[in-house]
C-alpha cells in the first residue's frame, strides 16, 4: 500500500510563500507522474501542477508563481508558492499515477490566504 503525506499549509497573507511537501512511502521515480491538486471551499478540485518525465505544467493562475519539483532521495515532491492571493485558498492534495497501482491521494493539507 502507498501512502502520500503532504504537509506545509497553514495561514499566510497576501504576496507571501510557502512550500507544500508530499512524501512518499514509495520511490517517487516510479510514478509515471505526480500532481498537486487543490479544491478550494465551494468549488471542485482542481489540477494545479503536474510533473512526470521531462514535462511540468501549471494551470494558468498559477503560472509563474508556483514551481513543482521532486527529489528522488527523499521521495518528495514539492509545491513552491510564491506571491499568494487569497484566491489561491484550498484544500491542496497530492496525487500519484502508477501503471500498477492507478491513482493515490493524499489526505490533503489546507492553504489559507488572508487578504
Known amino acids: 500500500q502507498v501512502q502520500l503525506v503532504e504537509s506545509g499549509g497553514g495561514l499566510v497573507q497576501a504576496g507571501g510563500s510557502l512550500r507544500l511537501s508530499c512524501a512518499s512511502s514509495r520511490l517517487v521515480s516510479s510514478f509515471y507522474a505526480m500532481a498537486w491538486y487543490r479544491q478550494p471551499p465551494g468549488k471542485q478540485r482542481e489540477l494545479v501542477a503536474l510533473?512526470?518525465?521531462?514535462?511540468?505544467d501549471y494551470r494558468d493562475s498559477v503560472k509563474g508563481r508556483f514551481s513543482i519539483s521532486t527529489d528522488n532521495a527523499k521521495n518528495t515532491m514539492y509545491l513552491q508558492m510564491n506571491s499568494l492571493k487569497p484566491e489561491d485558498t484550498a484544500i491542496y492534495y497530492c496525487n500519484a499515477k502508477s501503471l500498477a497501482l492507478g491513482t493515490i491521494w493524499g489526505q490533503g493539507t489546507q492553504v489559507t490566504v488572508s487578504s
Open positions: 510533473i512526470a518525465p521531462d514535462t511540468t
